[in-house]
């Protein structure tokens, strides 16, 4: 099975930027917390890397030069207190304006979906063609992995409700496989996401993507009982909302709006655990189980 992850705020890594890891910080938090929960369903850390190929959608580099820049700024010129929340919310803020299409330029959108895109080819190729998908996008990386989904099914599926923003310089990137335009679409995960607030824009408050994909009965005909897409949220988080209240197409399409304890300590009570869902044991527990669940029925045991 192929896992595509996608990032929110706040997770550029210096040491992933220059070399020196070989994952960004919030893939290995997330990979060491599904192994220890893969470990208590009996399956070995070996057998976890033989079942699954997780890789990132990395794309802070596309928006945190200008970000860190602002923020130098503020700092050097203005006397402001609650520094943390403030460079959180400074990071949220920007990164959902600049990733925003706008009659004055996309570039910033494009840029990030060529992540998306090849990402996929990167599955694509370690995972198989047709491989199940399962995509994890976390707070603004849901947003991402949602417009990213619906572009896709614009492009090449019976989307006729969605306009593809999709422009050549994505096309180019997007290979032939059916994983790759998303018709092996099997489990989708928004973690701290505001895309409630994104619907907004709709009246009514829209239609979501088709889930599970339309084609995966053509590829995968023994999932579509076990396919979800479970919305996971921390009560305390004030950028993550619940999806299933939006409307009834929501309510069809998402199966649970699942409200954990996110982050450590001193974190898990006020806001700043936005960033603790890739450690969180109950949010580990419900993905590796479906994956497992998932992995089972493709392969037999």
């Known amino acids: 099975m192929a896992i595509a992850v996608v990032h929110g705020i706040g997770a550029g890594d210096p040491d992933y930027n220059s070399g020196k890891a070989d994952q960004p910080e919030f893939i290995r938090s ?65 990164d959902a304006i600049a990733y925003q299409v706008s009659p004055r330029g996309r570039h910033s959108y494009h840029a990030i979906h060529r992540f998306c895109a090849q990402t996929l080819h990167t599955l694509a190729q370690k995972a198989g063609p047709k491989a199940p998908l399962c995509v994890i996008g976390h707070s603004l990386g849901s947003i991402v992995s949602y417009n990213y989904l619906l572009d896709l099914q614009a492009e090449f599926g019976n989307n006729t409700e969605a306009e593809s923003l999709f422009r050549e310089s994505v096309l180019r990137q997007v290979g032939n ?29 829209g239609l979501p993507i088709q889930f599970p994909a339309p084609h995966l009965t053509e590829h995968y005909p023994q999932l579509n009982s076990a396919t979800e897409w479970v919305n996971v949220y921390d009560s305390d988080d004030v950028i993550a909302y619940p999806l ?22 001193w974190e898990s009570w006020n806001p700043l655990s936005h960033n603790g869902y890739w450690k969180d044991p109950e949010t580990g527990d419900r993905i590796a189980r479906s994956l497992l669940n998932l992995s089972r029925l493709i392969n037999g045991r």
């Open 30 to 94: 997330l990979q060491n917390n599904l192994i220890d929960r893969f470990s208590k369903l009996g399956i070995s850390d070996k057998e976890y890397h033989q079942r699954f190929v997780m890789a990132p959608v990395y794309w802070a580099t596309v928006l945190e030069g200008n970000q860190q820049d602002l923020w130098a700024r503020f700092q050097r010129q203005s006397a402001m207190n609650w520094d943390r929340i403030r460079e959180f919310m400074v990071s949220f803020v920007s």
């Open 177 to 205: 496989s059916p994983l790759e335009r998303g018709e092996t679409l099997s489990l989708y995960y928004t973690l701290g996401s505001p895309l409630a607030l994104w619907t907004l824009r709709d009246r009514d408050g």
């Open 244 to 265: 299933r209240p939006i409307n009834s197409a929501f309510q069809r399409a998402v199966k649970e709006d699942l409200n954990v304890n996110a982050g450590e300590v």
